[in-house]
C-alpha cells in the first residue's frame, strides 16, 4: 500500500492557462474522490467517481473544470483558462466505499498557483 | 444541506495540557463522523471516526472523540498535548443522504502547542 500520490505537487501558471492534475489512487480502491481546499479553510467536496462513473458533481465544478478516471485506475482534474480564484490546494482521496467504512485517505494535495 | 461547525479557529495549549477541540454537525440523523489531521503543505491524515456502536472513540496519537447524539457533538480530546501534536484539525461528517459519498468539512481548528 503506497498510499494515494498527486502528481505535480506544485503548480504556478498564468491566468488563461490550461492545467491538469493527475491522481493515483490506492491500488484496490474503487471510489475516488476530488476536493479544493483554500487557504484557511476545509476541503470542499468537487467530483467523486466509482470506478470509472463520474457519479456526482458539485457546483463549485463550473464548465472550466473536467475530471476522468478512464479505466477505474488513475484521475486527471483539468482546469482551463484558469482564473486566480482557482489558486487553491486540490485534494484527491480513495475510499473502498461500504467495505471501509467510507473512510478516505487523502493524497498530499496539489497546490495551484495562478498570477 | 448537512453543515459542520469547529468553534475555535486557534486553540493554543501548554505542553502536558489537555486537548479539547470542539465539533457539532447539523444533521437531524447520525452522521458518520471523522477527524482529520494536517500537518503543512501535506494532505489530511485520519485520527478516528465513528459509524456505529460505542459512542467514545479512540484513534492514533492518543486521541479520542465521543460522539453525543443528544449535543450533536463529536469533540476530539488528549488527555495530554505533545509539541508534535501542532497541526490543522478537521472535523468531517458523510451521511446516508449523500450516499456516504462526499465528507463535508468544518472550518479547521488549528492547534499550538508551548513548552
Known amino acids: 500500500d503506497t498510499g494515494v500520490s498527486q502528481n505535480p505537487r506544485h503548480k504556478i501558471t498564468k491566468r488563461g492557462q490550461n492545467v491538469t492534475f493527475r491522481c493515483d489512487p490506492i491500488?484496490?480502491?474503487?471510489?475516488l474522490y476530488w476536493y479544493r481546499q483554500t487557504l484557511g479553510q476545509g476541503p470542499e467536496f468537487l467530483t467523486y467517481?466509482?470506478?470509472?462513473?463520474?457519479?456526482?458533481k458539485s457546483r463549485l465544478l463550473s464548465d472550466r473544470f473536467s475530471a476522468e478516471r478512464p479505466k477505474g485506475s488513475f484521475s486527471t482534474l483539468e482546469i482551463q483558462r484558469t482564473e486566480q480564484g482557482d489558486s487553491a490546494m486540490y485534494l484527491c482521496?480513495?475510499?473502498?466505499?461500504?467495505?471501509?467504512?467510507?473512510?478516505?485517505?487523502f493524497g498530499p494535495g496539489t497546490r495551484l498557483t495562478v498570477t | 444541506a448537512q453543515s459542520v461547525t469547529q468553534l475555535g479557529s486557534h486553540v493554543s495549549v501548554s505542553e502536558g495540557a489537555l486537548v479539547l477541540l470542539r465539533c457539532n454537525y447539523s444533521?437531524?440523523?447520525?452522521?458518520?463522523l471523522f477527524w482529520y489531521v494536517q500537518y503543512p503543505n501535506q494532505g489530511l491524515q485520519l485520527l478516528l471516526k465513528?459509524?456505529?456502536?460505542?459512542?467514545l472513540v479512540k484513534g492514533i496519537n492518543g486521541f479520542e472523540a465521543e460522539f453525543k447524539k443528544s449535543e450533536t457533538s463529536f469533540h476530539l480530546t488528549k488527555p495530554s498535548a505533545h509539541m508534535s501534536d501542532a497541526a490543522e484539525y478537521f472535523c468531517?461528517?458523510?451521511?446516508?443522504?449523500?450516499?456516504?459519498?462526499?465528507?463535508?468539512f468544518g472550518a479547521g481548528t488549528r492547534l499550538a502547542v508551548h513548552p
Open positions: 444533521s437531524s440523523v447520525p452522521p458518520y
Open positions: 467517481f466509482q470506478n470509472e462513473a463520474q457519479l456526482e
Open positions: 465513528y459509524t456505529t456502536g460505542a459512542t
Open positions: 491500488s484496490e480502491h474503487n471510489r
Open positions: 482521496a480513495s475510499s473502498l466505499g461500504l467495505q471501509g467504512g467510507y473512510e478516505q485517505y
Open positions: 468531517a461528517v458523510t451521511d446516508r443522504g449523500g450516499g456516504y459519498n462526499k465528507l463535508i
